[in-house]
Structure formats: C-alpha cells, structure tokens
C-alpha cells in the first residue's frame, strides 16, 4: 500500500496566501495595491524593507545557501541550490523572453499619478512579471521549512518571506499579481526539488 504525500505546512500556507492574493486581484484595478501602499508609508518602512528585500539578493542568497549546509548538510544544501538554479532559470525566462513587456509600477503610473518615490532605492522600470525576489524568498526559506522541525521557526520562516513579497510592492517594484506569481513558482519549485531529493535518497523498498 502506497503511502501517501504529505504536504508541508509552508506550502499549504503559501497556497492559501496565493488564493487570497489572486482573489483580491480580481476586486481592485491593477496597481491599487501599489498606490496603497505608496499613500502608506513613512521614513521607517522605507529603510525597513529597503534594506530586507536585499536579504535574497546574491551574494547574501549564497550565504543562507552555505547556512543550510552547514545547519542541515550537505542534501539540503545542494537541494536549495539547485532549486534557486531553477528558480532563476524560470523567472529570466519569463521576465526577458515570455513577457518582457510588462512594466513596473513606476513606469506604470508615471504619466498618471504623483508617486511618493524613495530615493534612495534602485529605479525599475521593466521585466515585472514575475518578482524575482518573492520567487527566490518562497523557494529558499521553503526549504529552509522542510528542514525546520518546530512550528514556530517554519512560521517565522513563511512570515518572513511574506515581508520580501511586501517589501516589492512597498518599494514599486512589483504589482500584487506578480508577488503572487513569484509565491507559486518560489513554492512549486522548491516543493518538487525536495520532493525529487527525498525520492532519491530514501532506501529502496524490494
């Protein structure tokens, strides 16, 4: 009798964040989250998730990569590598060849609305769909989770990959339906390379 696949809990959770957050695209226009956020913001919030959306930026991301190996060994470690390979593969993909005409809201409201910019962040313009970073966040600290036997550290783990999500949208990096985009491809990636890995080392039944 086959056993059956047991879904992890970051990956419930996060197909529950998706569900919510494509319901929510489909009551507002495109781009109210951004002009939400952008009416919200203070000095704070700006440096905040300025400086924690580069957390999954290279060469930060291989750190966290050579965290796991050294925490977990040497399995987890080439499991996150090889999918945050796959993630970036994908993400390129679909950002420079699939959809290279998408805009960032930036560019999007430019001749429409007075946005309050941060200056001191990296304008974007271009290749929004999807977010590169929320993709990269879902997939690494995902795996983190596979490997984390407390709740309460795979709840940190999800709720931090929650505020890299935010933090494109506070920042006018990304629209809302590209952070949902990047929970599904950062999750679906991560969930099937370690799926991939467990099949591959678990012992062999005769």
């Known amino acids: 009798m086959k056993s059956k696949v047991k879904i992890p809990d970051f990956v419930l959770w996060s197909a529950v964040l998706a569900i919510i957050g494509s319901t929510v695209l489909t009551l507002i226009h495109k781009g109210d989250e951004s002009l939400f956020f952008n009416n919200h913001n203070n000095i704070v919030l700006d440096y905040f998730f300025a400086t924690f959306t580069h957390s999954v930026e290279f060469p930060l991301i291989i750190v966290l990569i050579l965290l796991l190996w050294y925490l977990k060994g ?32 930036r560019l999007y409201f430019e001749h429409t609305h007075q946005l309050r910019l941060i200056e001191f962040t990296q304008p974007l313009y271009h290749f929004s769909f999807p977010s590169g970073h929320t993709t990269a966040a879902f997939c690494l600290l995902a795996i983190y989770s596979f490997y984390t036997e407390k709740k309460w550290q795979r709840i940190l783990l999800f709720s931090l990959a929650i505020l890299i999500g935010i933090s494109r949208m506070y920042l006018l990096h990304h629209f809302l339906s590209d952070v949902v985009a990047g929970i599904l491809l950062g999750v679906i990636i991560a969930w099937s390379t370690h799926f991939y890995f467990s099949k591959l080392t678990s012992p062999q039944k005769n």
């Open 74 to 105: 040497k399995k987890a470690f080439f499991e996150s590598a090889i999918a945050l390979s796959v993630t970036a593969l994908v993400v390129q993909l679909l950002k420079r060849v699939i959809l290279e005409d998408n805009f960032r809201p």
